[in-house]
Antibody, heavy 119, light 111 residues
């Protein structure tokens, strides 16, 4: 079955960076885009960007350009999201999700990674 | 401030029908981009409920239905059950932002 397994919770300080990984299994990793999203406490969902694991093409949300990097490692079927220059507003649960063919609907999600930014 | 607008909360009694609206603009829903809906229980990842405006993934009860008209979309839930109490999120694509956009989420309370 399709699974997206994310790395564990992180606690980090303002100004620092965080890297979250997402390991895919149960399907051909290069056949589907991986999207990154986040949800701050008590808030709605926010899209961060996507990567095409086959080509490496990337699209970042305008609000995060210059501060985010999404990469993939096809040898281990994993995608990574790094966010830099963190502040308290970046405290959130970060999700990876699989983008299905011809659609932005996300049928498969990782379990979420809580990133806490605190001094 | 979310690009798509949802009511913060809705409520209904068991067995009733409720609807949740999702209002966008000419650069997203109004352009013809699909609307998807998610259900989210506390502490869990969102679950895809409706995709492509009005399609249900396998396993989603037919009590849930979606519709779209102009710059808005709606999620309808009939025969409300206690287990439907959750947050609901709408999603689309925005051509001006060149990215995926969401509503702020709606909390459904079953009275």
């Amino acid at each position: 079955q399709v699974q997206l397994e994310q790395s564990g919770a992180e606690v980090t300080k303002p100004g620092a960076s965080v890297k979250v990984s997402c390991k895919a299994s149960g399907y051909s990793f290069t056949a589907y885009y991986i999207h990154w999203l986040r949800q701050a406490p008590g808030q709605g969902l926010e899209w961060l960007g996507w990567i095409n694991p086959n080509s490496g093409d990337i699209n970042y949300a305008q609000n995060f350009q210059g501060r985010i990097t999404i990469t993939r490692d096809t040898s281990i079927s994993a995608a990574n999201m790094e966010l830099r220059r963190l502040n308290s507003d970046d405290t959130a649960v970060y999700y990876c999700a699989r983008g299905d063919l011809g659609s932005y609907a996300y049928a498969y999600w990782g379990q979420g990674t809580l990133v806490t930014v605190s001094s | 401030q979310s690009v798509l607008t949802q009511p913060p909360s809705v409520s209904g009694a068991p067995g009733q029908r409720v609807t949740i609206s999702c209002t966008g603009s000419s650069s997203n829903i109004g352009t013809g981009y699909d609307v998807d809906w998610y259900q989210q229980l506390p502490g869990t990842a969102p679950r895809l409920l409706i995709f492509g405006n009005n399609n249900r993934p396998s396993g989603v009860p037919d009590r849930f239905s979606g519709s779209k008209s102009g710059t808005s979309a709606s999620l309808a839930i009939t025969g409300l059950q206690a287990e439907d109490e959750a947050d609901y999120h709408c999603q689309s694509y925005d051509s001006r932002l060149n990215g995926v956009v969401f509503g702020g989420g709606t909390k459904l309370t079953v009275l």
